[in-house]
């Protein structure tokens, strides 16, 4: 935790860095505080109140937080020889800027990073960026948190509508919502479990706890079907999309997740499951803990960082390989990463989260797409972020992203 006195000079050093004033020793002393802090969210919150107060005093154009602490963490300026900072701590801030700034990240070796440069110059250059694909009237936002609920008798209401403490009365049973979970009485509910689904629409996602305390991220365009109360000796559920799990370990009890075909067996454990219906393969990848896949007659384990494929249909192969875990959690973190990715691939992902359309002009080379960058930001910086990468051009008119080489 920062002291007073620590969190007062590296506000005073980050202005200055800002500012292009920073002495060399300030320089060293910055960087030893950064590497040393344990802090990362307090951190997080004392460069927000900087660029806060710079702006509000006119002294640097409007450069997003995470762009700015990026370029501090990469500056070849700055003293990282010396006790270079724990890569696996760096990634952390880059993600919890992600998530939390809710600003945009640096695509990877773009443009900022390794010459000295001041405010106006990096102002300019998000200018720039933004200005790279061609701009529209309309400014599509990012997805928002958004979900609906169709309940045991077929009734739909928005999460939003859906206050803590409300009574939804049912035929022989009745709902509430108590600290985020839907709790169901009744004789009914009690002999046979009562199924509700909750779907995320293009531009939604949504984060929910199941009656048994496993915490669920649904991703956009995606549902799952649950029981309001699980009874009997295994907790089952259905998903269709995307789904994020980190099940409440029971051991008298398996948590089996449905996608298609494939069944998948867990006591307690994250991991996340990918199976859009216009995907060709369900895929399922461990973060921590262990899981069992059975599709048909074949079954395999997984290990934490391991991913599953399987096909849809009767195929009953089970293909598994080692995977990059952030990149495959990277939406539920608040971002996008793409890892050698191929346009069209990275384009799905986009035009789910900004519930837009995709146009192809021409063929899509080969050439992969690499970069982070935040969820949070409207479509129109994005695209001018991924038009830099020399990947495509990419026009926005109206809803539909034309996609040319």
């Known amino acids: 935790m920062l002291n007073g006195m620590e969190e007062q ?23 030893h505080l950064l590497r ?4 990362d969210r307090k951190l997080g919150e004392d460069m927000q109140k900087v660029v806060d107060e710079l702006l509000e005093q006119g002294k640097m154009n409007d450069v997003p937080t995470e762009q700015l602490w990026a370029s501090i963490l990469e500056d070849s300026r700055m003293d990282w020889q010396a006790s ?3 890569s696996g701590r760096r990634s952390r801030l880059l993600v919890y800027y992600a998530a939390v700034a809710a600003v945009f990240i640096a695509v990877i070796g773009f443009y900022y990073f390794s010459t000295p440069r ?30 609906t609920l169709t309940l045991p008798d077929g009734k739909v209401i928005a999460l939003d509508d859906l206050t803590e403490g409300r009574l939804i009365d049912g035929e022989d ?10 709790q169901c009485t009744g004789e009914e509910a009690q002999a046979v479990p009562l199924m509700a689904t909750l779907n995320t629409p293009r531009g939604g996602e949504y984060q929910m706890e199941l009656p048994d305390g496993t915490q669920v991220w649904l991703n956009a365009s995606s549902s799952i079907r649950y029981p309001i109360s699980f009874t009997g000796n295994q907790r089952e559920v259905y998903i ?6 980190d099940v409440k370990k029971d051991v008298n009890r398996p948590f089996v997740v449905h996608a298609a075909e494939t069944k998948i067996t867990v006591l307690g454990t ?17 973060i921590e803990g262990s899981v069992r896949l059975e599709k048909g007659s074949a079954v395999r384990k997984l290990r934490p960082g391991q991913q599953a494929s399987t096909s849809r249909g009767k195929n009953s192969q089970i293909a598994v390989r080692t995977v990059d875990v952030e990149e495959m959690v990277a939406w539920k973190n608040g971002y996008f990463y793409f890892h050698n990715e191929h346009i069209k691939s990275a384009m799905e992902k986009i035009a789910r989260w ?30 001018g972020a991924l038009a830099l990468t020399g990947a495509a051009k990419f026009t926005l008119k109206g809803r539909q992203i034309i996609v040319q080489e």
């Open 84 to 86: 270079p900072p724990e």
């Open 240 to 245: 269709a999309g995307e789904v994020y799990f």
């Open 354 to 383: 900004y519930d837009v359309d995709v146009v192809y002009v021409g063929a899509m080379s080969k050439k992969g797409l690499d970069g982070t960058i935040s969820r949070m930001e409207n479509l129109n910086q994005l695209l």
């Open 270 to 286: 994250a991991f996340n499951v990918s199976a859009y219906a216009d995907a060709s393969q369900i895929q399922t990848t461990l």
């Open 118 to 147: 001041n405010p106006q110059d990096v102002g300019q250059a998000d200018a720039a960026l933004v200005s790279t694909a061609e701009q529209t009237e309309e400014v599509i936002h990012p997805g928002t948190q958004q979900a």
């Open 173 to 182: 049973y009745a709902l509430r919502l108590v600290d985020g979970v839907l």
């Open 9 to 31: 000079r590296i506000n005073y050093l980050l202005k200055s860095y800002v500012n292009d004033t920073l002495s060399a020793p300030e320089k060293e002393e910055l960087s």
């Open 36 to 39: 040393c802090s344990t802090d």
